[in-house]
């Protein structure tokens, strides 16, 4: 009962179900998914939020007739967790900060399950905390179960990541798998090869993994969800769109999925179209990244009365969201201001965020913000550290390009554009402006 549902998984984003075969010409062996539909599960978001709200309510309903026992505080507190990551809501993070506090309160040191307490902790960014809680679980006098000891590793994987630390990173996600080769520690080890630059191999890594069992349509979709994300960090936005279009069919009215698939939109000239859909994620979902794409959209097309009416809109959400939990939101917050707002707010966001889990993509943001600020020597340090740690992507080359520039070393500003490009061809394209979520 107090381990992550399966929706847990979109969250960490998975990549490709496929099977491999030989590409007719190069003799290279080449990827081809079997995408086929699962039989079980729920087909689509509605239903999945549906079961979800129940199984809260059902939760919350064994509160009012034993208030005291925290075994049913904590069952509230995950199904509250599972439901901020399926909808993005901070009610519902709200919730579980209640009901997952209430545990400590009530259970004797040191039960009261730690590994839901430092899942809570890595929601809202909170390594230290995360770190603390999963030490008193190292030190359980009852010896836990292999998928419990699992998931623990892994979220040691995951602090290992961000603090920066790929390597160590690979080696807890490899201690997980022996534990317990549940897909989850895949997707994770697929994940780090992905912000490493190592896009074939995260999807060879899954191969096998989902080729070994079946998934929920809400997991598959996932898998094309992040496939599609890889294709558009390699600047193949025809092919992303046609993965987010497999997304929505395989699980269908994930708000998740409507803006990926609005941005593969607006990268391949169909602007009307996602603007349509934008509008809609605004209007009947509440999301700020929606807004934030419409103002950048009308931006470009010279409508500066649309553009700061969005752009108004996301940032009164963003203020909101990151003044209630800074590390968990300062990064959105952050690339909003950046944008559309104070420079200067934006670097003290981008600070809040990199000092919360100062791992690669943490530190672009700050790179970004620190030369908004005419300060691209520390962007370039910031830079630097990012690649150091093994965090590879186009807009990392292209970033340390703008900032060398900056600083005169056309030289060297002309091999990071190199590398930039080799990643990403189409990284200086027009199009590529408008990737607000994918840019690897």
Known sequence: MLRWPVIAIVAILSIALLQWMTQPGNGIPAPVFAMEQPTFGPTSYADLL???????DQSQARIVRAPNEWLRHAGAGAAALSLFRLTGDIAYLDIAQTRITAVRDLAPHPSGVPELRAELALARHDLAVAARELEIFA???????????????????????????????????????????????????ANLKRVSGQFDAAIATLAGATRAERHS????????????VIASARGDYAAAADWYDQAETLFSGHWLTAL????????????????????????DHGRPEAMDMLALVWRVRGDNARSRYWAMQAGAIWREWSGKYPAAFAAHAAEHELVFGDAGEALRLAR???KARPYGEARLLLARALMANDQASAALTEITLAEQSGWRSAQLYANKAQALTILGDS??????????????????????????????
């Not at 549906?50 to 809260?56: A, H, P, V």
């Not at 593969?264 to 349509?276: P, V």
């Open 50 to 56: 549906r079961n979800s709200k129940n199984r809260l």
């Open 139 to 189: 030190r359980s006098s009852v010896a836990p179960e292999k998928s419990a000891l699992s998931e623990a590793t892994a979220m040691r994987g995951d602090l290992a990541l961000y603090t920066g630390n790929h390597g160590k990173a690979e080696k807890l996600y490899r201690k997980a798998a022996q534990f317990d080769p549940h897909i989850s520690v895949t997707l994770r080890q």
């Open 217 to 228: 349509p809400v997991v598959l979709s996932g898998i094309a969800l992040q496939t599609g």
């Open 260 to 283: 990926y698939r609005a941005e593969a939109d607006l990268a391949n000239g169909r602007t009307n179209s996602a603007l349509t859909d934008l509008e809609r994620l605004a209007r």
């Open 352 to 354: 809040i965020n990199a």
């Open 411 to 440: 030289d060297a500003a002309e091999t990071a554009d190199e590398q930039a490009r080799a990643i990403n061809p189409k990284i200086n394209d027009p199009a590529t402006r408008l990737i607000w979520l994918a840019h690897g």
